[in-house]
């Protein structure tokens, strides 16, 4: 293992692998990133790994329209099918103040060039043909929104940087960060120290765990969220279906294996076990959305942390009260369709260049300030 590094990102998950491959594109060469257990072990290993667009708000329609634009690509740039495929997001509407807060959103979506609609019922059946129309009053559609596979994905952000000189050690635990003075000096791990003055916080459930080592506290907490799939039938829809009033979302993978989630009211805590009650919550969500998943089997369930902000909103930038301590952390579950475009910037942030897209809005002084990102359109 290196001894000296320019920068070292902990965590391997989408977004430390991917800020490394930005970071190395930008010709910092001297990279190292740490993973206490295998690369996407964490969050990103266990996602839903939706890609969309329809946010209520301008900084988060912006950030996601711009992940978008990367991921079309990505294939060709990394030289690694990642599965991207748009299908589409279904977003029901269940009541009157659902479909006005999605005629804003609509309206700011098209100002931005994101080509999202209201669709009518029978054009929801189109989409989707197995869908309840009784279930929702109306929903929006966006075709550029989709979903890719989150180990290829990240796997080939890794490989990427390693091509370009990026040390990926796993198996490989961070035990502590020493200072000299203010001076961030070294990263202490479970085999041996590196000596650095620069460090990104990419450690996802335990981000705060991380900052805790520089005696700082950063307002993250990992809750536990499900996800079950199914056997693989031949297929039925491509987009994902989605409400954010139920925070159901489902949708049919490449392979034919429906893929599902829901939000659920879960304490703070690093517990990723499974639960039958999950089961039975969903089961009567979903019924009355997709009636004829009743006979579809199921092939697994698995559990992992959604690591939320009291804003629900990621934390990026460099800590204002240590000097060399990024942090790239906090997305509320969207961290796997935001990763594209928060590794770009965090990366030009990092190496002092101009940012392509200002992120101050995500700076950590906003929870002093009282300057919270209240999103209206997203599954807690």
Known sequence: MVRTADIVIIGAGI???ATAYELAKLGIKNIVVLEKSYVSSGSTGRCGAGVRQQWGLEFNAILAKKSVEIFETLTDELM????????GYLVLAHD????????????????LGIPSRFVS????VEICPPINTDAFVSATYCPTDGHANPFLTNFAYQRGAERLGVKFYRNTEVIGIEKSGEKIVSVKTDRGDISTQVILNAAGPWSAEVAQMLNLEIPTKPDRHQILITEPLAPVFETMVISFQTGIYVQQVPHGSFILGISEIEESSHNIKSSWQFLEHITHILLEILPFMRDVRIVRQWAGSYVKTPDAAPILGEHPEQPGFFMAVGFSGHGFMLAPMTARVTAQIIAGVKP???????????????KLIIEPSVVG
């Open 356 to 370: 392509d897209l200002d992120i101050s809005p995500l700076f950590i002084e906003r929870f002093k300030m009282d």
């Open 80 to 87: 690694m099918d990642i599965e991207f495929r748009q299908g």
């Open 121 to 124: 019922k029978e054009e929801s």
């Open 15 to 17: 977004i430390g692998s």
């Open 96 to 111: 009157e103040i659902q479909v006005n807060q999605f005629r804003k959103n609509i309206a700011l979506q098209n100002r």
